[in-house]
């Protein structure tokens, strides 16, 4: 560093001619010459002050300082003028361009100036020679420059061996620190060395190292030889750790480079050695593997005109370079997919109606659509044989042909939703595999990472189609309504290209980034619900219902599929155990309450497993379970079949309700309880905000109709209502517990109990309509799980107990109703007079607005 105004050169510029620093000075300086030679000239007591930024200059040293500033050229031109005398103090803060007083440290060095360079710049160059230690007793002057009082502090000397050993300890450092930094001249070292004042040696290493302004400083403020000796030797041995630490981590770096370069004169050499006997070269041979591969592929244009250029890139790479790593992976997918691969469908109708049968019970619809899709497919190919149908460059832009199928799967869980695409691919003849979508959040699970990453790789897509190797098998995306979203990206977004017909004969992967044609892929979708799925997403995709099993097909299930697979499972043979239909159907009913059949095969297989002990131990050889043995073996029934309608049923104020869920149909129980008060009402069990509308609708129909139903007006004035439906941990919404509430409410203020045998559905208004509601399939068949017998619809839902089972259908009564009063009629037990004589019941009067013209309300 320098003074305020420049910088510190450790030596002049070599450069420059000598005798340019000496033309500025004039003879008679010249004369005196002699005099800076002294050891110590005569002291005077004010000194002009030169502050110095970021250097402390000591005694006995000579430096070379550069001056730029206005007042310190005035202060160098007055001194040489002179006797060449000056004062150097350093600075506090180096960044502070003219430093005043307070901003200079007390303690600085007396100095002389030997030579003088006037630059064309207008800086001049000095070389000065420290001669003693100074203090600063007081300024005497600020301008032109500082003038200082001064008066000389000389340092302490020792003469012992503890100095003496310290010195040979600073000469070894200051050796070893020589030879880690090549800048330092090797004649600055020996004369450093040289010297045989243990003060001046200190001075001399100071200077010449690496060391920060404070620590320069304290050790020219230190008075002992001692003291400064052992400072200076601490500051040595850091900056001999860090130098040696740099220069090992440079050596392993330079020797990894090393090992580099001399693998790769290795290899060149290697590869003149195979080329005089007369061997391929490997990555010679590697390329070429590539090239054939690319060949056989089977390739779009595009494809293939892509691998030939990253294949053109790999060969002129060294297989050390990173990038040929990343190329190589590249070409290996590229060249690994499915591009011509495609296995052929099986277009017997008749088989695969077989298969269908063979593997599921019941689901009429899909088999039929999958028949449906396997007779096109044979007719279109039949009559592409017969005759060559020439096609308008218009219609081939507008509309491509389709070959492949997107089904969607809607329904509750353990209804054989993913079991059937393993089925629907065997009666197709083509290959089948399930990828599971829940819980994908990231948009590149479906497209793939752009190659710019490090460890990017495909979508599941292309990953699943390099799987399974053929360019049309069935692929079942499970879970559908289980994708996430976040921050990443939304992936059911990027499923629209992969399941629009019209647009995923060229999808394009993030990775690979050219076509891949998925319109041959027969695509199938499962989800529990329809809601979470995205309607753009939805509208791509065919949507099939699964509602749960009945009874019936329970049972045929469980002896069709269920035993004889659990029977397997757990090492018995078919002649060992025996379930009888009765069993099973007591299972279905008090051990189970599912829409689909998970749950019964696992009490099927916990009856296995318990015949399997008995057998181990030698207790029985074959056994035929019956009913009185599924209660031996299972315990106590879980559920009651009609039972708990039954029992909850008993009083006034409970109405069975029939409900929807993600996991199939559901039978819930409003109930309603009153209390003296004054005109409240609540309602308790979750339920949303729907649901409690519905619940104030419900009061203020009943309120309405208070003197048709027999029901005391004044107790609405003196009486509290509240209405509870269990369970209250289960969050409840939606409008078709509308009527249920009503018949609850109406049971309890008219003092008659609900039909233990009926179970209702449906929304309701304020003019006591009956409005049609969804869910009715599953609604149903939760009622006959149950055993309910009458079921009350809206009479708008009549069209859809077409899809009901005839077996569900035959067992149950149903009362369609467009009124409340026929639902009150309906679910409702007759009046009974002080005798318990059944009473007539009266007609609910209808509201003026809702009567036909003409006729009486």
């Known amino acids: 560093m320098t003074d305020e105004f420049g910088k510190l050169y450790y030596a002049f510029d070599e450069s420059l001619p000598e005798q340019e620093f000496d033309v500025t000075v004039s003879d008679e300086e010249s004369e005196n010459e002699a005099d800076f030679a002294q050891p110590q000239p005569e002291i005077p007591a004010e000194l002009p002050i030169l502050p110095l930024r970021g250097l402390v200059v000591y005694p006995q040293t000579a430096i070379p300082l550069t001056v730029g500033q206005p007042r310190s050229i005035k202060l160098v031109d007055d001194v040489v003028s002179g006797d060449r005398l000056i004062g150097l103090v350093a600075a506090k803060d180096p960044s502070l361009e003219t430093p005043g007083p307070d901003d200079v440290y007390r303690v600085g060095t007396l100095a002389s100036i030997h030579r003088l360079f006037r630059a064309p710049d207008g800086t001049i160059r000095l070389l000065v020679q420290g001669i003693a230690r100074i203090e600063i007793d007081e300024y005497t002057s600020l301008e032109p420059y500082l003038r200082a009082k001064i008066h000389t502090t000389p340092e302490r000397s020792e003469d012992t061996l503890e100095v003496e050993a310290l010195v040979r300890n600073v000469v070894n450092q200051f050796t070893r620190l020589a030879d880690l930094v090549p800048s330092i001249p090797g004649e600055l070292i020996s004369s450093a060395l040289n010297v045989d004042d243990p003060l001046q040696l200190v001075y ?38 860090v130098l040696e630490l740099g220069r090992k981590i440079q050596t392993e770096a330079q020797s990894e480079m090393e090992k580099v370069q001399r693998e790769y004169f290795l290899r060149e050499q290697l ?8 061997e391929g070269d490997e990555q010679i041979a590697e390329i070429e593997n590539f090239r054939k591969r690319i060949a056989e592929a089977g390739m779009t244009e595009e494809a293939e005109k892509e691998a030939l250029r990253e294949l053109d890139r790999l060969s002129k790479l060294p297989t050390a370079a990173a990038e040929y790593g990343v190329i190589r992976t590249y070409l290996d997918w590229l060249t690994n997919l499915p591009w011509s691969k495609r296995t052929d469908d099986r277009l017997d109708i008749a088989h695969a109606r077989e298969v269908l049968e063979e593997d599921h019970y019941g689901l009429k619809d899909i088999k039929e659509r999958i028949l449906e899709y396997l007779a096109v497919r044979k007719l279109r190919a039949e009559r592409e044989v ?38 629907i691919a065997r009666a197709m003849g083509r290959r089948f595999i399930r990828m ?3 819980g994908v959040r990231d948009e590149a699970e479906i497209r793939g990472f752009r190659r710019t990453y490090i460890g990017a790789m495909p979508g599941r897509i292309i990953q699943t189609l390099r799987r399974v190797e053929s360019r049309n098998p069935v692929i079942m995306l499970d879970e559908v309504d289980k994708l996430g979203r976040d921050f990443r990206g939304d992936p059911a977004s990027a499923l629209l290209e992969v399941l629009d017909p019209e647009q995923n004969a060229e999808f394009r992967d993030h990775y690979l980034d050219v ?30 219902h699964l509602s749960g099993y009945t009874e019936q097909e329970k049972v045929a299930i469980a002896e069709q599929y269920l035993v004889p697979r659990q029977i397997k499972e757990n090492g018995l043979r078919p002649e060992e ?4 239909t009765a069993a099973l159907q007591l299972i279905v009913r008090d051990y189970t309450r599912e829409a689909g059949v998970r749950m019964l095969e696992r009490e099927i297989g916990k009856v296995a497993r318990k015949v399997v002990t008995r057998i181990a131990e030698g207790k029985l050889d074959k056994t035929v379970i019956d009913e009185k043995q599924i209660r031996d073996l299972l315990g106590r029934p879980r559920y009651g079949y009609r039972e708990e309608i039954e029992e909850r049923t008993d009083l006034p104020g409970v109405a069975t309700g029939l409900a929807w869920t993600p996991v199939g149909g559901d039978v819930l129980f409003v109930e309603a309880a009153r209390m003296p008060g004054g005109k ?16 104030r609708t419900a009061l203020s129909y009943v309120r309405s109709k208070a003197t048709d139903l027999g029901i005391d007006a004044r107790f609405f004035e003196t009486g509290d209502i509240h209405l509870h439906v269990p369970a209250g941990a289960v969050p409840k919404d939606g409008p078709s517990a509308g009527i249920t509430m009503a018949v609850a409410l109406a049971s309890l203020l008219t003092g008659r109990p609900v039909r233990k045998n009926v179970a209702m559905t449906g929304e309701i208004t304020l003019r006591g309509l009956v409005l049609p509601v969804g869910g009715i399939k599953d609604k149903v068949l939760a009622a006959h799980r149950f055993g309910v017998d009458t079921v009350i619809l809206p009479k708008k839902n009549e069209n859809d107990l077409d899809d009901l089972p005839e077996e569900v259908r035959s067992r149950l009564t149903f009362v369609m109703a467009e009124r409340v009063d026929e639902v009150l009629a309906a679910a409702l037990e007759p009046p009974k007079d002080a005798n318990g004589q059944v009473q007539a019941e009266a007609p609910l009067a209808a509201d003026a607005a809702d009567t036909k013209e003409g006729q009486p309300a």
């Open 515 to 544: 076509a891949f044609d998925l319109s041959e892929v027969f695509f199938i979708t499962t989800a529990n619900e329809l809601e979470p799925i995205p309607g753009p997403l939805r509208d791509r995709m065919e949507i099939i």
């Open 204 to 241: 001399a290493v100071a200077t010449y190292i690496r060391i920060n302004l404070e620590d320069a400083q304290e050790i020219l403020e230190l008075d002992s030889t001692d003291a400064k000796l052992r400072r200076l030797m601490g500051i040595l041995t850091k900056e001999l750790e």
């Open 386 to 423: 017969d005759k060559k149908e020439e096609k308008e460059a218009t219609d081939y832009i507008i509309r491509r042909e389709r070959r492949g199928a997107i089904l969607c799967f809607v329904g509750p869980p353990g209804v054989g939703k993913t079991s059937l695409g393993a089925s």
């Open 271 to 278: 590869k003149a050695i195979q080329r005089e006997l007369g």
């Open 680 to 695: 409240g009402f609540q309602y308790t069990g979750q339920l949303g905000e729907v649901m409690q509308e519905s619940a």
């Open 577 to 580: 155990i025996e379930f009888n």
């Open 436 to 438: 599971s979508l829940g």
